[in-house]
């Protein structure tokens, strides 16, 4: 999540009524579902509400809410939709499109606790758990919110220890220490439980390696929202790692992105919103969720020379490796 974490409520109510209603039309959907290896739900529905609905896309695609086969009628962006339940809303919206399995994550004790229970409730939907790094320097009492962490982190519907790390961009050389600590402690718990690291690395790249090299990382790892150029992509998939990328591989001004794609091999690949954020061109600057991520994964397809069919394969086999079956 790259959203400012210390700012304030009111700020925070002012760009939620700036962005409700303003989510784009749904793109055409994929010809295989894949996964949404990072969204936060929570925070979409809060800051923007629920996206528009296709026209039978859901029976177009064959897919349901929860990955199987579509039942029931689908509705236009006017019509009636989940209302009632804005979850479901999100998940039928993406699932439309052929986005059918979405990775909610944690970024404090709060919206771990929440994802852990959300994805007890919606078969689509699994969960990580985590303090985000610029949370942990926040924290008088950041051993306790580890312990709640670690005690989600043995759910079975909790597939991963994340987002976690070091963000050097919003969190000066003041809370870095803090960052670390609570980074190394991530990658314990990830390793003692068998759950995928999610690492959230913002301008902190040679750090971000070291503590992993020195910590010994865990068998998966998923480098969220890679934000690295070609030469940091082939340092990560030589220890293994997965590469997310998010919308912002579609930015005219992400060239070096773009080159770091291209030279990841596929089954190393990932696909993510980061929603509400990190909205793909053509809608930069507008809310963004789930449905969204045809529009990534046709660039990456684009940017990788790969066929869209093979891609979508691709991208949904590593996103079981990564996450499990949902």
Wanted: hydrophobic share 40%; with cysteine; charged share 25%.
């Amino acid at each position: 999540m790259l959203a400012p974490m210390t700012e304030q409520t009111e700020s925070r109510k002012q760009r939620a009524a700036r962005r409700a209603g303003e989510f784009p039309p749904a793109p055409a959907p994929l010809p295989r579902p894949v996964p949404d290896s990072h969204t936060h739900l929570d925070i979409t529905i809060s800051e923007a509400g629920v996206p528009p609905r296709r026209t039978s896309t859901a029976q177009a695609v064959g897919v349901g809410a929860a990955g199987g086969p579509a039942a029931g009628p689908t509705h236009t962006a006017g019509g009636p939709r989940a209302v009632g339940d804005p979850i479901q809303a999100v998940v039928e919206a993406a699932a439309e499109v052929g986005v059918d399995r979405l990775v909610q994550v944690g970024v404090d004790v709060d919206s771990s606790r929440w994802g852990a229970e959300m994805a007890q409730r919606y078969p689509a939907v699994v969960a990580t758990v985590a303090l985000h790094p610029n949370e942990a320097p926040r924290l008088a009492e950041l051993d306790e919110a580890l312990r709640v962490v670690e005690s989600l982190a043995g759910q079975d519907r909790v597939r991963g220890v994340g987002e976690t790390g070091m963000d050097f961009f919003r969190t000066g050389e003041q809370g870095r220490a803090a960052q670390e600590v609570s980074f190394r402690a991530h990658i314990d718990i990830a390793k003692r439980y068998g759950r995928t690291l999610v690492v959230h690395d913002r301008d902190a790249h040679d750090d971000v390696l070291r503590i992993l090299d020195d910590e010994g990382a865990p068998e998966t790892v998923v480098m969220h929202c890679f934000s690295g150029d070609a030469e940091f992509a082939r340092a990560c998939v030589r220890r293994g790692y997965l590469l997310s990328f998010a919308g912002t591989v579609t930015f005219s001004s992400a060239t070096a992105l773009r080159e770091a794609a291209a030279v990841t091999p596929l089954d190393h690949l990932l696909v993510e919103t980061d929603a509400p954020y990190l909205t793909p061109v053509p809608h930069r600057g507008r809310p963004n969720a789930s449905y969204l991520i045809p529009l990534t994964v046709r660039s990456l397809a684009a940017t990788t020379g790969s066929d869209l069919d093979e891609l979508c394969a691709a991208l949904s086999r590593t996103g079981e490796r990564a996450f499990g079956p949902w």
